[in-house]
């Protein structure tokens, strides 16, 4: 074969292949809309065939531990964002609670309200609850650090004049708190731009006071004393800081 004929079939041979390629690529390279798509491990949509994971729900969803600001919060439905404000507290149903309407403790609560648009009396009173128990606690194991966050300049000086004398004579004090039996505001109102109210807190305590042999030389470890207590706090109505001080106390008992 001369080489005019070879070169002949080399083109014809290099025309089938061409041609073979091309259909091949036609078939291999569409997409018929039903390949899987390549798994990624950073996806968590969960849509991919013998990849599929269950969305993770929210921890805590049900959880009466989780406690929610009562604040604004963003919602989003369908990418728009929402705004939902929850609603404003109504002060003068919140002092009913505590107060007859005309009396002087509820018009010296409203005046606290006046004056101080951040007041709110159940707030006010929860806090008034802990403060209590804390300030106690705090006493009984000769915690000043505490107790100069809770107290005014005048009432810590007592405070802490009781535990140095205390430690001097080389006793301890150890404070059980079982509850509170009845708590009442009884005053309030403005003094120099001072919101001042008063409580009176009748409660449930085991104190004991050991020597330093560890003897106990007042109380018992089982015995329940019934405590009452009136208390005023006080702080700068509209000021910086939003805690309340102890400024005045009083035993019944």
Not at 71 to 81: I, L, P
Not at 201 to 208: A, G, N, Y
């Amino acid at each position: 074969m001369n080489s005019t004929g070879l070169d002949l079939v080399s083109v014809i041979f290099l025309g089938v292949a061409v041609v073979i390629f091309l259909y091949l690529r036609s078939i291999l390279g569409s997409r018929t809309g039903n390949e899987r798509r390549p798994y990624d491990p950073y996806s968590n949509d969960g849509s991919d065939t013998g990849q599929r994971t269950q969305r993770q729900q929210p921890r805590n969803q049900d959880n009466d531990n989780v406690v929610t600001m009562p604040d604004r919060r963003n919602d989003r439905n369908d990418g728009r964002e929402m705004m939902h404000e929850t609603p404003e507290v109504d002060i003068g149903e919140q002092i009913k609670k505590y107060a007859d309407e005309g009396t002087p403790l509820s018009n010296g609560l409203h005046s606290i309200a006046a004056a101080d648009n951040s007041f709110d009396p159940e707030q006010f009173m929860q806090g008034a609850e802990r403060a209590y128990e804390m300030i106690i606690t705090a006493f009984s194991e000769g915690d000043k650090r505490t107790l100069k966050r809770l107290l005014a300049k005048d009432v810590l000086t007592g405070f802490t004049a009781a535990i140095d004398e205390r430690e001097k004579q080389g006793q301890s004090m150890a404070t059980q708190f079982v509850g509170f039996d009845k708590i009442t505001m009884l005053e309030a109102g403005i003094e120099d731009k001072q919101a001042e109210i008063t409580v009176k807190f009748k409660s449930s305590l085991i104190r004991t006071i050991f020597g330093p042999e560890g003897e106990i030389i007042e109380g018992d470890e089982t015995e329940i004393d019934k405590v009452t207590d009136i208390w005023t706090f006080s702080r700068a109505a509209n000021g910086r800081d939003p805690n309340w001080k102890l400024i005045a106390t009083e035993s019944e008992s």
